[in-house]
């Protein structure tokens, strides 16, 4: 079974709208963490934003904010006023824990991704 | 302070030859990873070092695949008799010293890759 499921492999958002991509995640383990990633055209890969499966609060950073929902286990990335530049592959990742110094654990396990599209 | 860097960018090899990547990771940074892109995919995971520990090689494909780390700084991976199906993106990436649980450091930063051509 997959661990990271990201269901919509291409969106495309109007500038300056707020669009959610989707993310489900798998795991028997209380403490992990989730990231977003952003890879451009370009190739390089962009972190984003993180959240602790301990998390009280969803996390946000500027325009990024993730829509935890631990019972769902769902993570999904809400970008709000979307700009021409947030065109590229989204990929959401789960590192599972509890990873120790020197443990074999750490890995990120990525999903497929979603193409965006913002549209002028 | 600078980021995470590959070399080279580009490789085109033929079948059959060895080829060498390179990583330099952020200066401070304990944990190193290497993952491989397919065209289209996400990110497969290769292999993990920390610190002076043994590596975590559970993610190579074959025993044409290795690396080392020296200490805690650069890192080469290595493709033996590469084939046609070794094309693809090869990322390195860099995180601080791993913490005991989940945490915001533990955020794995890319260098922007080595793209891989086996002709």
């Known amino acids: 079974a997959q661990k990271i499921t990201q269901t919509q492999p291409g969106m495309f958002v109007q500038e300056k709208e707020a669009v959610t991509l989707d993310c489900t995640y798998d795991?028997?383990?209380?403490?992990?963490?989730l990231f977003w990633y952003k890879q451009p055209s370009s190739g390089e890969m962009i972190f984003l934003i993180y959240q602790g499966s301990y998390d009280q609060q969803n996390a946000t950073e500027g325009r990024y904010s993730l829509n935890f929902q631990k019972a769902r286990k769902s993570a999904n990335l809400v970008i709000s006023a979307s700009q021409l530049g947030d065109s590229a592959m989204y990929f959401c990742?789960?590192?599972?824990?509890?990873?120790?110094?020197?443990?074999?654990?750490?890995?990120?396990?990525f999903g497929k991704g979603t193409k965006l599209s913002v549209k002028p | 302070g600078a980021g995470v860097s590959q070399s080279p960018s580009n490789k085109v090899t033929e079948k059959g030859k060895d080829v060498e990547l390179r990583c330099d990771p952020i200066?401070?940074?304990?944990?190193l990873y290497w993952y491989r892109q397919r065209l289209g995919q996400g990110l497969e995971f290769l292999i993990y070092?920390?610190?002076?520990?043994?590596?975590?090689k559970s993610g190579l494909p074959s025993d044409r695949f290795s690396a080392e780390r020296t200490g805690e700084s650069v890192s080469t991976l290595t493709i033996q008799r590469t084939q046609q199906e070794d094309s693809a993106v090869y990322l390195c990436a860099s995180s601080p010293r791993t913490s005991g649980g989940a945490s915001r450091t533990d955020t794995q930063y890319f260098g922007p890759g080595t793209r891989l051509t086996v002709l």
């Open positions: 795991t028997s383990d209380p403490s992990y963490g």
């Open positions: 990742a789960m590192r599972e824990g509890p990873w120790n110094y020197g443990g074999s654990q750490g890995n990120l396990i």
């Open positions: 070092f920390q610190g002076n520990s043994a590596p975590d």
């Open positions: 200066s401070g940074h304990t944990a």
